[in-house]
């Protein structure tokens, strides 16, 4: 593990209070057990939540293409008229997660007036690629399509998502611009987790990493990736880090600490894409671990990286009026 002296000391209670929420539950192990204990753990950090009373919650639900259903949490304001969307994806190593993880993302989003879902795509291994990302796209191909009904905005779409959903993210924003479902304002992809080949090596600094570590992200690809792990045949879509043309991609806002295994592979993407012209906000939090900002949210580097992630959505949406 780093040394302590690396680590945000306003971090630290938030880390202790995360290990001690998960416990021991080893994901390649036991994934149901870590499973519980990861919703066990969202629980936990949301059972304060307060929702105000001008703010509508609900579940949409879409029908993907294997007969399945999609849900999708929804958080929005009981005033009428078009809003623009908000559309999250939650983190989880692609193995682990629930839709409700987006829950504090989708209030701040319908606090600024958006129609904010979270959507709840399929887990790896049981579905490995394209499952979870079509469950992604097809979520939000239908609200697009109910956008009159719904009173959403289409013109106004804003996508996102935190480390595996970050990936999603990035991965569903190449398969928008390559399909043409829509033309996002931007994109916010927290420390998102995209390059399968795991580029960041041990070091004096990282010999490895809190919250998710090497031997963690590996299994998370080989679940998500299953027969295509290893491969030179890895499609852009599934791992973006892999893509070599990210023309035409909306705004970014990527965060990432210095503490985290993706800083790297984070590092090449955000330099991709500002070679590619895409605009993009790009944040190294200095002491900060995966996850910071969701499991130590009262720290002044984590209220500082949330007020920039919606500083960034209310720009994009100052801009698109």
């Known amino acids: 593990?780093?040394?302590?002296?690396?680590?945000?000391?306003?971090?630290?209670?938030?880390?202790?209070?995360?290990?001690?929420?998960?416990?021991?539950?080893?994901?390649?192990?036991?994934?149901?057990?870590?499973?519980?204990?990861?919703?066990?753990?969202?629980?936990?950090?949301?059972?304060?939540?307060?929702?105000?009373?001008?703010?509508?919650?609900?579940?949409?639900?879409?029908?993907g293409g294997d007969g399945?259903?999609?849900?999708?949490?929804?958080m929005q304001p009981k005033?009428?008229?078009?809003?623009?969307?908000?559309?999250?994806?939650?983190?989880?190593?692609?193995?682990?997660?629930?839709?409700?993880?987006?829950?504090?993302?989708?209030?701040?989003?319908?606090?600024?007036?958006?129609?904010?879902?979270?959507?709840?795509?399929?887990?790896?291994?049981?579905?490995?690629?394209?499952?979870?990302?079509?469950?992604?796209?097809?979520?939000?191909?239908?609200?697009?399509?109910?956008?009159?009904?719904?009173s959403i905005d289409k013109n106004k779409v804003i996508i996102g998502g935190v480390s595996a959903g970050g990936g999603l993210c990035a991965g569903l924003a190449l398969l928008i611009r390559d399909r043409g479902l829509c033309s996002p304002l931007g994109q916010v992809l927290i420390y998102p987790m995209i390059d399968d080949s795991n580029i960041a090596p041990a070091s004096d600094a990282l010999p490895d990493t809190y919250v998710w570590s090497r031997r963690y992200n590996k299994f998370g690809w080989q679940s998500y990736l299953g027969d295509l792990c290893g491969g030179d045949a890895v499609p852009i879509y599934a791992?973006?880090?892999?893509?070599?043309?990210?023309?035409?991609?909306?705004?970014?806002?990527?965060?990432?600490?210095?503490?985290?295994?993706?800083?790297?592979?984070?590092?090449?993407?955000?330099?991709?894409?500002?070679?590619?012209?895409?605009?993009?906000?790009f944040h190294i939090v200095p002491g900060a671990f995966h996850g910071f900002n969701g499991f130590a949210p009262e720290a002044d580097v984590s209220k500082a990286i949330n007020h920039e992630i919606f500083g960034f959505v209310e720009k994009l949406l100052a801009e698109a009026e």
């Not at 259903?69 to 929804?74: A, N, S, T, V």
């Not at 791992?239 to 295994?261: F, I, N, Q």
Request: aromatic share 8%.
């Open 1 to 63: 593990m780093p040394h302590s002296k690396y680590l945000d000391p306003q971090l630290a209670d938030g880390l202790q209070l995360m290990q001690a929420l998960t416990g021991d539950n080893d994901i390649t192990q036991d994934l149901a057990a870590a499973r519980a204990a990861a919703h066990a753990r969202d629980e936990a950090l949301l059972a304060n939540m307060d929702v105000p009373d001008s703010l509508a919650q609900s579940v949409e639900t879409a029908r």
């Open 68 to 74: 399945h259903d999609i849900e999708m949490r929804i």
């Open 79 to 150: 005033a009428d008229g078009k809003k623009p969307l908000f559309y999250w994806m939650h983190g989880g190593g692609y193995v682990l997660g629930q839709a409700k993880q987006g829950d504090m993302f989708c209030l701040r989003a319908a606090a600024l007036g958006c129609y904010a879902a979270s959507v709840e795509y399929r887990l790896a291994p049981e579905t490995a690629y394209p499952g979870p990302l079509q469950d992604c796209y097809d979520g939000l191909a239908h609200l697009l399509d109910h956008a009159d009904k719904l």
């Open 239 to 281: 791992a973006p880090a892999r893509a070599d043309d990210l023309s035409g991609l909306p705004p970014t806002y990527m965060p990432v600490g210095d503490l985290d295994l993706f800083l790297d592979e984070n590092i090449a993407y955000a330099q991709k894409l500002t070679r590619a012209g895409v605009p993009t906000h």
